[in-house]
Nanobody, 123 residues
């Protein structure tokens, strides 16, 4: 059974930082590209960032470029999202996602989803 379990969400003031983690199990992790999405209240889920199977290639949404950094540790089956300079508009439930093969740049092709972790940024 595949599980993606996010952690690290919480409440932070604008300008602050959070680090999200995603623990993967039940899948051949090093064969999956990974990514993060988010969904704000009343809005559709949107792509945030993707990372290739090796971790060498990344793709960021323009809204987070320069502030967020994705990384992965294939030895630990973990994906991380370092979020700096947080803004109130970053408030959302953040979801970890996995796709067999190609880089995640949208919801297309995503095979697995985590349950989400809430990030709230106060102004």
């Amino acid at each position: 059974q595949v599980q993606l379990v996010e952690s690290g969400g919480g409440l932070v003031q604008a300008g602050g930082s959070l680090r999200l983690s995603c623990a993967a199990s039940g899948l051949a992790f090093s064969y999956y590209s990974m990514g993060w999405f988010r969904q704000a209240p009343g809005k559709e889920r949107e792509f945030v960032v993707g990372v290739s199977v090796s971790g060498t290639n990344t793709y960021y949404a323009d809204s987070v470029k320069g502030r967020f950094t994705i990384s992965r540790d294939n030895a630990k089956n973990m994906v991380y999202l370092q979020m700096n300079s947080l803004k109130p508009e970053d408030t959302a439930v953040y979801y970890c996602a996995g796709r067999s093969g190609g880089m995640i740049t949208s919801e297309y092709g995503v095979n697995y989803w985590g349950q989400g972790t809430q990030v709230t940024v106060s102004s």
